[in-house]
Structure formats: structure tokens, C-alpha cells
């Protein structure tokens, strides 16, 4: 009878532990992104848990305590995660969002306009004014050529060492500004596409589109005027890129700067909107995070 007793205890647990394997929630069925990516949050029986996005490859995650979470990049398009723990399976369906827009040419705009801080402010006035008077030169020369062709040919060399001189400077700020500069092209996915010590800039990309952007700034760096320059440069650039108004968008953002001092909290996050493009802002004891979506 104790031996009956005791083999009956024994599958009763292994009844038990199996039950407890074939598990796994969510805390939505749909989830819609937020920043860059849409946190699913769920708990599962198994030790880990897998996930599928779009039958793409399989990834997996720890279950800590009984529960998981991971991060899906948003997408142009609704997306379906197929979730599996043990035997348990689940499926949630990412719902789309609107991208900023092609990847090339915004990091293409923005580059351009960050090699511009580095040029000398004398060069800088030399090429807004030449590219504010270029087609009314133009149109001066070839009617110049037509009466007196020796001062003609004589400005259009003048005009061209000009040209010389100011693509040396370019050159030369280029090469000052290489690692603020985001790659001309990158793969699929959430990365840090710029890091410095003063800001990295994270991109979630997806087909060639960019679907956001984070700017993460170490707090101790807002403390000094140097991070608080290279701050307030990056993020006019990024949004100049994206063409919301910058002066509209740090004025709104100096006062959740000050609200936030005031009230510090790693969880309060405060939206500010200019030209169809939100810009989310969050604290953490030691980072400032300020997300870019549509």
C-alpha cells in the first residue's frame, strides 16, 4: 500500500509540473507601439519562453519569477508573434505605425546639416549665400559671357576656386564631425547608430524606413556646458530632419526640463508634438531619453 501510495504521489507531481509547463499569458492580445519598439509582457510555467515574429526567426527569452517580457521593433504593417512556452502556445497580433520616412534620405539631410556645425561661421554665410544666389549667378555669367567674355571666363575661375576652397573646408569638417554622423545605410532592427560620450542616437529600422529614433543623454553631461551644447545641437539637428520646429520643440522642452527637476521620476514621461512628429521624453537616475515618432 506505501508503495501503491508513493508511485501515485510521484506521477501526481510529474501530472502537476507538466500542467504547470503548459502555461503562457500576455497581458494584451494587441499591443501598439510605443518609442521604438512594443513591450510584450506575459508569464509562462517554462523555463523560457520563444517567440516568432511574421514566422521570422525564433528567439528566446528567460522567465524570471514566473514572468517574461520582450521587445518587438515596430513596423509599417500589423505584425504576428507566435509565443511558445513548453507546450503552451500563444499568439498577439503589433499593430502598425507610420514611419518618419526613408532612412537614406533623412540620415543623408541630417549629416549634411551636422557637418555644417563645423564649419567656420565666416564659411557657413559663404554657403547659404551661395546656394540662396546660385541660379541668379549663373543666369549673370551667361549673360556676362554673351557681352564680355574674358570677364566672364574670368569670374566663373574665380567662382571656381571659390568652390575649391569651400569643398576643402567641407572636407575637413567632415572628418571633425565623423562620429556624429549616422551610417549611410543599416540593417533591420533597433541600434545605436551614433555613440558618444555626450549622446547616443538609436534607430529602429525597418525596410529601409525609419520608424523612430531615441536620443539618450547621460544627465551628468547636462551639467556641463560642453554636454549641454553637443545636447542642444543634436537634438535641433534631429529635429530639423525631421522637420519639426526646433525653437517650438526646446522651448516645450526646457519646461519639462524644469518640471522634472522638480518632480523627478524614472516613470513620468511627458509628450511634446510639433509637425506631426512626438517627441517623448523620460528620465532615469542617470539618463535623459527623448524618443521621436509619428
Known sequence: MKKFLLGTLGLLALTLAGCSNNKVTTKKNTYRPTALTAIVKGTAGAKHVSYQIDN????????????????VPAATKDQTVKITAGSAKKT????????????????AKYNQMVIGTYLPTKVQKQLQSAQKTQSATKKKLTALAKTDPIAAAAAAQKQQAAAKQLQAEMATAKKKAKDSLLPTTTK?????????????????VQDGKLMGLAMITP??????????????TTFALLGSTLNAKPKYV??????????????????TTKTITSNGI????????????IYMTK
Open 56 to 71: 521570422g526567426k525564433k528567439q528566446t527569452v528567460k522567465v524570471n519569477g514566473g514572468a517574461y517580457f520582450f521587445q
Open 92 to 107: 498577439i497580433t503589433v499593430k502598425k505605425v507610420k514611419a518618419l520616412g526613408n532612412y537614406k534620405v533623412l540620415a
Open 188 to 204: 533591420d532592427g533597433v541600434k545605436n547608430l551614433v555613440d558618444t560620450k555626450y549622446t547616443t542616437v538609436r534607430a529602429n
Open 219 to 232: 544627465t551628468k553631461q547636462m551639467k556641463t556646458k560642453t554636454g549641454q551644447k553637443k545636447f542642444g
Open 250 to 267: 526646446i522651448n516645450k522642452f526646457e519646461k519639462v526640463l524644469k518640471d522634472a527637476k522638480k518632480n523627478s521620476s524614472s516613470t
Open 278 to 289: 512626438r517627441f517623448n521624453t523620460g528620465f532615469s537616475t542617470d539618463h535623459l531619453y
